[in-house]
C-alpha cells in the first residue's frame, strides 16, 4: 500500500470523553465538526453515542445531515452556523437543531419551520457568531416565547486559564441569560477545564476528544504511519529536495515516504519534525513536497519499509509546533489518501 495509515483510537476518543465529562455534574456533549476534526465523524459519533453522549455538534447544516445518516435518530446535532438561506430542507429533513445567530436567521427558522426546535447562539465578546447583548435584548422576550432548546456562546481565550476574557464572558453570558429557564452551554474543551461556574447545563467539548491541547491530560487518539517508497545514498554534499534546502554533511541514508501537504502535512513541519523508525528519529531534510516527504534513516535500524510521524514520540500538537500553528490545524487537514483504520 502506497498511502500512509491513519490509525484512529476510538476507545481513547471514549475515554478522553469520559474523562471530561467526570469533570461536571452537566451534560456532555461532543463536536464532531470538519468530519471529525478530519477522523470521521459518523464513526467517532457513533462510538461517543455507545457512550452515552446524546448532544452533538456540528458547523454546518450539510454536515448536520451526513451526520444523522450516519447516526440515525435519537441523538440531538445543533449547527452553529443557524439556519441559513437554502438550509430549510437539509434542517427538516434531518431533524438538526440550528443555533441562531441573528434576527434574521430567527425570522427564517420560525416562517419555514413554525415549532421546530432550535437554539440562539449569544456574542459575549468574541465577536464572531451570535446575537450581541443590544440586538438579544430587542428580542428576548420574543424569542424565548418561541422556546429554544438551548442558548450558549463560545470563549475566546479559555485555552488561557488565567486571561481575563474568560470572566469577562461568563459575566456577560450570565447577564444575557440568568432567570431564563432553558438550557445553557458556554464551555468547550477549555471551558470544561476552567471549572464548575463554566458548565451550565451542557459541556460540548471538542479538540479534547481528540487528544488535544489544552486538555494535557488527553489520551493520543492517532497514529500515522508514513510507507517507505524508495531509499538512496547521498554523498557529502549532496542535496535534497526542492531549492536545495538541505546538504548531506555525511554520508546519509535517505528514505522517500509517501504523503506531503496534499495530504495536510503542511511544509512548514519540514523546519524541524521527525519521523521514527522504532525509537530512532529519523528527522525530516529537505521540504515537504506535495506527495512526498525524505527522512535521514542513516541510523535506522536496517532498511525501514514504514517511518511514523506521529505517535508516542511526536503527538499531534507537538507536530503542530514545528510549524508555528495549532493541533486543530493538524487533525482537520488529514487528507482523503489517507487509509483510515480505527480500533476500538
Known amino acids: 500500500m502506497t498511502s500512509a495509515t491513519l490509525n484512529i483510537d476510538l476507545t481513547a476518543v471514549v475515554r478522553n470523553w469520559q474523562a471530561l465529562n467526570a469533570l461536571t455534574d452537566c451534560e456532555t456533549g461532543a463536536v464532531v465538526k470538519a468530519s471529525g476534526y478530519g477522523l470521521g465523524a459518523g464513526v467517532v459519533a457513533r462510538a461517543l453515542a455507545r457512550a452515552g453522549a446524546r448532544h452533538f455538534f456540528v458547523a454546518t447544516a450539510h454536515e448536520g445531515a451526513e451526520l444523522r445518516t450516519s447516526i440515525g435518530h435519537g441523538q440531538d446535532i445543533y449547527v452553529f452556523s443557524g439556519h441559513m438561506d437554502g438550509d430549510t430542507t437539509a434542517i427538516e429533513e434531518a431533524g438538526l437543531i440550528p443555533l441562531l445567530n441573528s434576527v434574521d436567521q430567527m425570522l427564517r427558522q420560525v416562517e419555514a419551520l413554525p415549532g421546530a426546535p432550535f437554539g440562539i447562539q449569544l456574542d459575549t465578546g468574541m465577536n464572531r457568531l451570535g446575537m450581541e447583548p443590544a440586538e438579544w435584548s430587542a428580542v428576548r422576550d420574543i424569542a424565548i416565547a418561541q422556546k429554544p432548546v438551548l442558548l450558549m456562546s463560545h470563549l475566546a481565550c479559555s485555552d488561557t486559564p488565567d486571561h481575563p476574557m474568560n470572566a469577562q464572558q461568563l459575566a456577560q453570558f450570565r447577564t444575557m441569560t440568568d432567570g431564563v429557564d432553558i438550557p445553557r452551554s458556554l464551555a468547550a474543551t477549555g471551558g470544561t477545564l476552567l471549572g464548575p461556574a463554566y458548565h451550565f447545563d451542557l459541556t460540548r467539548p471538542g479538540v479534547g476528544l481528540y487528544g488535544g491541547l489544552p486538555f494535557d491530560g488527553a489520551e493520543a487518539v492517532v497514529t500515522l504511519d508514513m510507507p517507505v517508497i524508495q531509499i538512496r545514498d547521498v554523498a557529502v554534499g549532496e542535496t535534497v529536495g526542492y531549492s536545495n534546502t538541505w546538504t548531506a554533511k555525511r554520508p546519509s541514508r535517505i528514505a522517500t515516504v509517501s504523503g ?56 499531534v500538537d507537538a507536530l503542530a509546533d514545528f510549524a508555528d500553528t495549532i493541533g486543530y490545524e493538524i487533525l482537520t487537514a488529514f487528507g482523503g489518501r489517507y487509509h483510515r483504520t480505527y480500533t476500538e
Open 260 to 315: 506531503g501537504y496534499a495530504d495536510g502535512l503542511i511544509r512548514a513541519i519540514g523546519n524541524g519534525a521527525i519521523l521514527y523508525n522504532g525509537d530512532v528519529a529519523c528527522p525530516i531534510v529537505g521540504r515537504v513536497s506535495m506527495d512526498l516527504i525524505t527522512a535521514d534513516v542513516t541510523d535506522a535500524h536496517g532498511i525501514p519499509e514504514v517511518l511514523q510521524l506521529i505517535g508516542p514520540h511526536q503527538g
